[in-house]
């Protein structure tokens, strides 16, 4: 079995409820104090964790309109943007960073980040942060990923998009520079995400491919998606998170609201507890169930030296004769003694056929 992964000393792991992770990225909608309420809501609504993002407009691109910087997808939530305008838009201001790091300790949820780039990390190491996460777009950035796992805190690599070869690429580089906590997340890089390109099949397989914890980044509406990953294996999963969809947002259309949220904690806990572990037989709790199963009954009064047919014995409810099954083989067998109707059958009071 893989060793836990330990986050500000939650364990994560086969043995553990799945780890739930807030991720605000901008739904913060640029005010701080909306930025503290979605900490507050997530720690209301059962999360383990918030997730920022840690990124300048500048840092991430180049302002400038050329081919390939605006989003010509017009199926896209964000279409017609320059990619400069959207980040400077979503980013998370860093002098906020440690106000809400602060705040995060305060409530007693765990906070990390995403940092896109070398001074990203920097700066995250300042705050002593306990883990980090790679985003989808950024899993083939080794070099990144590198820096990342050299601070020796757990790393969670996103592989949206990513083929097999590149996630080996991505693991690879992290175990390169000693990387032991290693948590992969199966994700569908698409805003919203749809139940049928998940895949979440490849969960088990990703866990024993790169021998990891394997959880799930959920795009999807809903929490059918995660409910069914937990059953899979997942370990941890990632939901983006607003206080309401209706205020709007560069992510808001696709994030869980506190109810839902509260919601995914519940669900994502009770599939976990129903896996349990491979069982036959009545449990304990079954043990006052096991009376109401059909038995042989007298249906109708026997006199002694009287055969037995199915028309004087029959299974019926509750099971204090003898079991179902046994019925052919006492058809045919005779009453030593007078049997009342409602008698529990049992052997000792027929003779004959066996």
Same mark, same amino acid.
């Given at each position: 079995?893989?060793?836990?992964?330990?986050?500000?000393? +939650?364990?994560? &792991? $086969?043995?553990?409820?799945?780890?739930?992770? @807030?991720?605000?990225?901008?739904?913060?909608?640029? #005010?701080?104090?909306?930025?503290?309420?979605?900490?507050?809501? @997530?720690?209301?609504?059962?999360?383990?964790?918030?997730?920022?993002?840690?990124?300048?407009?500048?840092?991430?691109?180049?302002?400038? +309109?050329? %081919?390939?910087?605006?989003?010509?997808?017009?199926?896209?939530?964000?279409?017609?943007?320059?990619?400069? =305008?959207?980040?400077?838009?979503?980013?998370?201001?860093?002098?906020?960073?440690?106000?809400?790091?602060?705040?995060?300790?305060?409530?007693?949820?765990?906070?990390? !980040? !995403?940092?896109?780039?070398?001074?990203?990390? =920097?700066?995250?190491?300042?705050?002593?942060?306990? @883990?980090?996460?790679?985003?989808?777009?950024?899993?083939?950035?080794?070099?990144?990923?590198?820096?990342?796992?050299?601070?020796?805190?757990?790393?969670?690599? !996103?592989? &949206?998009?990513?083929?097999?070869?590149?996630?080996?690429?991505?693991?690879?580089?992290?175990?390169?520079?000693?990387?032991?906590?290693?948590?992969?997340?199966?994700?569908?890089?698409?805003?919203?995400?749809?139940?049928?390109?998940?895949?979440? #099949?490849?969960?088990?397989?990703?866990?024993?491919?790169?021998?990891?914890?394997?959880?799930?980044?959920?795009?999807?509406?809903?929490? &059918?998606?995660?409910?069914? !990953?937990? $059953?899979?294996?997942?370990?941890?999963?990632?939901?983006?998170?607003?206080?309401? +969809?209706? =205020?709007?947002?560069?992510?808001?259309?696709?994030?869980?609201?506190?109810?839902?949220?509260?919601?995914?904690?519940?669900?994502?806990?009770?599939?976990?507890?129903?896996?349990?572990?491979?069982?036959?037989? %009545?449990?304990?709790?079954?043990?006052? #169930?096991?009376?109401?199963?059909?038995?042989?009954?007298?249906?109708? =009064?026997?006199?002694?030296?009287? +055969?037995?047919?199915?028309?004087?014995?029959?299974?019926?409810?509750?099971?204090? &004769?003898?079991?179902?099954?046994?019925?052919?083989?006492?058809?045919?067998?005779?009453?030593?003694?007078?049997?009342?109707?409602?008698? %529990?059958?049992?052997?000792?009071?027929?003779?004959?056929?066996?």
């Amino acid at each position: 079995m893989l060793e836990d992964i330990v986050i500000d000393g +939650r364990a994560i &792991g $086969a043995a553990h409820k799945p780890y739930i992770v @807030a991720e605000l990225s901008g739904n913060h909608n640029q #005010s701080i104090d909306r930025a503290i309420q979605l900490i507050d809501a @997530a720690v209301d609504a059962g999360a383990d964790a918030v997730k920022l993002q840690t990124y300048t407009a500048d840092t991430m691109t180049l302002n400038c +309109r050329m %081919p390939g910087f605006v989003i010509d997808n017009p199926d896209s939530l964000w279409a017609g943007r320059t990619l400069y =305008d959207l980040y400077e838009e979503a980013h998370t201001p860093w002098e906020w960073h440690q106000q809400l790091f602060a705040h995060a300790k305060k409530r007693n949820i765990s906070m990390f !980040s !995403s940092p896109f780039d070398k001074t990203a990390v =920097d700066f995250l190491e300042s705050l002593n942060v306990p @883990a980090y996460k790679i985003a989808s777009f950024e899993c083939t950035d080794l070099a990144l990923i590198r820096y990342v796992a050299a601070t020796g805190k757990p790393l969670i690599i !996103s592989t &949206g998009m990513a083929t097999a070869a590149e996630i080996e690429e991505a693991v690879t580089a992290a175990r390169s520079v000693g990387c032991k906590q290693l948590i992969l997340l199966k994700c569908t890089s698409t805003y919203p995400a749809t139940a049928a390109n998940t895949n979440i #099949s490849t969960i088990p397989h990703l866990r024993d491919l790169f021998n990891c914890h394997v959880g799930l980044s959920d795009h999807t509406m809903g929490n &059918g998606v995660s409910v069914a !990953s937990v $059953a899979l294996g997942a370990v941890l999963i990632e939901k983006h998170f607003t206080l309401d +969809r209706a =205020d709007g947002g560069v992510d808001s259309t696709f994030s869980m609201e506190p109810a839902e949220l509260r919601a995914l904690c519940i669900d994502t806990q009770s599939a976990f507890a129903a896996m349990g572990s491979i069982h036959y037989g %009545p449990l304990k709790v079954e043990e006052g #169930s096991v009376q109401f199963r059909r038995s042989v009954y007298a249906v109708k =009064d026997i006199a002694k030296g009287e +055969r037995l047919t199915d028309e004087n014995i029959r299974t019926i409810r509750p099971g204090f &004769g003898l079991p179902a099954k046994d019925i052919d083989r006492l058809i045919g067998c005779v009453a030593t003694e007078d049997i009342a109707a409602a008698t %529990p059958m049992s052997w000792d009071l027929v003779t004959g056929k066996r």
